[in-house]
């Protein structure tokens, strides 16, 4: 596609279910990445994929959270047992390599637990 | 230390002044910059990148690189109340080989 495709862009959950957020990012984009934006604050990095390359999961806040990336393109993360602290906009990104070339992000997914 | 640090602002210029915004990052071997801007519900934007020290300009946005101390920065003159969002850094850092952005910026051009 021509750009970074995330859905759904709204989830209205319930507290304790589990949750499943989609990034397809732009084709032939190696790197990608998943960021959690709570209201008024910044981009807080959750996980980043390159390649082949083991992803660098440092910044998922818990076990509740996973992530995987299929065939090295969609990408789809995964919050189990949901909490109200979760509620945020979860934004992916993707560029061409890694550090050197600029990340296009989508529109992001708002998660909304009650 | 954070890996990338900017002041959260609020940042708060007259309309047609110039607003600077600063960033500064810990990793020595970062090799590239970039700005980003994101306006209240939307997703970050690219404005401008810069590889090399010294100055590079687009149109109103100029972006400046020190590396020895570690500084980038970005000017926006004739700031216009439509420039008024958040302003993102991030760099490339050389060790983990990712994109690691700054809090932000808030940035407030006031007609």
């Known amino acids: 596609g021509a750009g970074v495709s995330q859905s759904p862009s709204n989830k209205v959950t319930e507290k304790g279910k589990d949750v499943e957020l989609r990034c397809d990012p732009i084709s032939g984009h190696t790197a990608l990445y998943w960021y959690r934006q709570s209201l008024g604050q910044g981009l807080e990095f959750l996980i980043y994929f390159q390649g082949n390359s083991a992803p660098d999961k440092s910044g998922l806040p818990s076990d509740r959270f996973s992530a995987e990336r299929t065939g090295g393109s969609v990408s789809t993360l995964t919050i189990q047992r949901t909490q109200q602290e979760d509620s945020a906009v979860y934004l992916c990104?993707?560029?061409?390599?890694?550090?050197?070339?600029?990340?296009?992000f989508g529109q992001g997914t708002r998660l909304t637990v009650v | 230390q954070k890996e990338v640090e900017q002041n959260s602002g609020p940042l708060s210029v007259p309309e047609g002044a110039i607003a600077s915004l600063n960033c500064t990052y810990s990793d020595r071997g970062s090799q590239s910059f970039f700005w980003y801007r994101q306006y209240s519900g939307k997703s970050p934007e690219l404005i401008m990148f810069i590889y090399s020290n010294g100055d590079k300009e687009d149109g109103r946005f100029t972006a400046q690189l020190n590396k020895a101390s570690q500084y980038v920065s970005l000017l926006i003159r004739d700031s216009q109340p439509s420039d008024s969002a958040t302003y993102l850094c991030a760099v490339g850092l050389e060790y983990g080989n990712k994109l690691v952005f700054g809090a932000g910026t808030i940035l407030r051009v006031k007609s």
């Open positions: 990104a993707s560029s061409l390599q890694a550090s050197n070339t600029e990340a296009f």
